[in-house]
């Protein structure tokens, strides 16, 4: 099964940029959908985008749409979340997450994603 492994979090100010990046071991990543997902303190886990297995489609969250971009290299087994004029609101726990093998659709729901990173802190600073 993949393993997914997140880097790339930390403190900026607001209106500054951030990339993150989900390394992914296991079976072949052109296999699996791909999303990134957010949790703030006290608020649900909540879907920001996805990408399709060969990167020809994306979906995005109304609140980052425009300013937030995903991206992937398969070569690399990479899946990278690139975040621009950021927000306090965008502080949250950031999560890679991958579909089961073979599934196309999107997917914006947490209970779509069957593979899971540990997650990396966004802070962002008014």
């Known amino acids: 099964q993949v393993q997914l492994v997140e880097s790339g979090g930390g403190l900026v100010q607001a209106g500054d940029s951030l990339r993150l990046s989900c390394a992914a071991s296991?079976?072949?990543?052109?296999?699996?959908?791909a999303g990134w997902f957010r949790q703030a303190p006290g608020k649900e886990r909540e879907f920001v985008g996805s990408i399709s297995r060969y990167g020809g489609s994306t979906a995005y969250a109304d609140s980052v749409k425009g300013r937030f971009t995903i991206s992937r290299d398969n070569r690399k087994n990479t899946v990278d979340l690139q975040m621009n004029s950021l927000r306090p609101d965008d502080t949250a726990v950031y999560y890679c997450?991958?579909?089961?093998?073979?599934?196309?659709?999107?997917?914006?729901?947490?209970?779509?994603?069957?593979?899971w990173g540990q997650g990396t802190q966004v802070t962002v600073s008014s």
């Open positions: 296991g079976p072949p990543f052109s296999t699996h959908v």
């Open positions: 997450a991958a579909r089961f093998q073979f599934q196309t659709e999107l997917g914006t729901a947490q209970n779509e994603y069957n593979y």
